[in-house]
């Protein structure tokens, strides 16, 4: 039986959606719905505390925006009123450029920290490599991504295990971006959820009607997790060494199952007083939920 995990509530409000560091040290960030105005927030998941004020005029939607440590220092960006921002949290230094593109992500691009955007129709699809610190674009170019747009799909990455590596993430295929390279350099053909760092490199999580599968950049299933239910909102981290994964129920989102991914039943339990609305996994094992009522975390062991 999996062990029964409480969680509680790190701050009170409607959070829309949440990320976290992909390595140490432990950050999060939020967007908070607000009345007249929405805010976004990092934390600090050591202290238990907010890290710095509120970014006011944040988008929502977690479409919309970007965290991680692309190059060491805690980085968000996000698009409002046809402006991109980049913030460094460490810092405090902005940079603003007039863009307002469909995907928005972040990586390392020769070293440098740097922002990803992709816009248009995926049939023609531009992608555009931003230095965070200066301005300067990187990288420059165009990509067929089937029919649709670019709505249609999801960049995935964790900086900075994923390094100058992100995907774009389609109904039924992950297409993998050398952007360095400037270039497609393959295609995973499963649905995927998220993009994480693993004992065994980058790894895909891939919820499926009857399981939740960990699967290789190559689309090889590396490992199965039994499940209880259709679960989606799937996330991980590596955990002390360990691939630590949680995901909702489908149908019962205030219900979290983790596991740890060496072994196929889930490790742990997670009832929350509301329904999630954005999970995810921060290195030194805490689980956050963003909901309606409140942020939520909850401490997973390995």
Request: aromatic share 4%; with cysteine.
């Amino acid at each position: 039986m999996p062990e029964s995990v409480l969680a509680g509530p790190l701050a009170r409000g409607s959070f829309d959606g949440v990320a976290a560091t992909a390595e140490r040290p432990p950050l999060a960030f939020t967007s908070r719905v607000g009345q007249g105005v929405n805010t976004g927030q990092a934390w600090d998941l050591a202290a238990g505390a907010a890290l710095g004020p509120p970014i006011p005029d944040f988008p929502a939607d977690r479409a919309d925006w970007a965290f991680g440590l692309p190059a060491g220092s805690p980085t968000v960006a996000w698009t409002h009123r046809d402006r991109l921002h980049v913030h460094d949290l460490r810092t405090g230094r902005e940079l603003t450029l007039d863009a307002h593109p469909d995907l928005l992500g972040l990586t390392v691009h020769d070293g440098h920290a740097a922002a990803v955007a992709v816009f248009g129709p995926a049939s023609d699809a531009e992608v555009v490599v931003w230095d965070v610190l200066t301005g300067d674009r990187l990288a420059d170019f165009h990509l067929w991504l089937g029919h649709g747009s670019a709505i249609d799909h999801r960049i995935l990455h964790s900086t900075p295990s994923t390094g100058p590596l992100v995907g774009l993430a389609g109904e039924s295929a992950v297409t993998f971006l050398d952007l360095e390279r400037a270039e497609e350099i393959g295609t995973a053909p499963t649905p995927s959820a998220a993009l994480v760092p693993s004992p065994d490199g980058l790894v895909l999580l891939c919820p499926t009607p009857e399981d939740l599968g960990v699967h290789g950049l190559d689309g090889t299933r590396l490992a199965t997790l039994s499940t209880p239910a259709p679960c989606d909102q799937a996330t991980g981290a590596l955990v002390d060494g360990h691939l630590l994964v949680a995901a909702a129920l489908q149908d019962a989102p205030d219900t979290v199952f983790a596991w740890n991914a060496a072994g196929a039943a889930p490790s742990h339990r997670i009832k929350l007083p509301a329904p999630a609305n954005a999970l995810a996994l921060s290195p030194d094992g805490t689980l956050l939920a963003a909901t309606d009522t409140a942020l939520h975390t909850a401490r997973l062991r390995t």
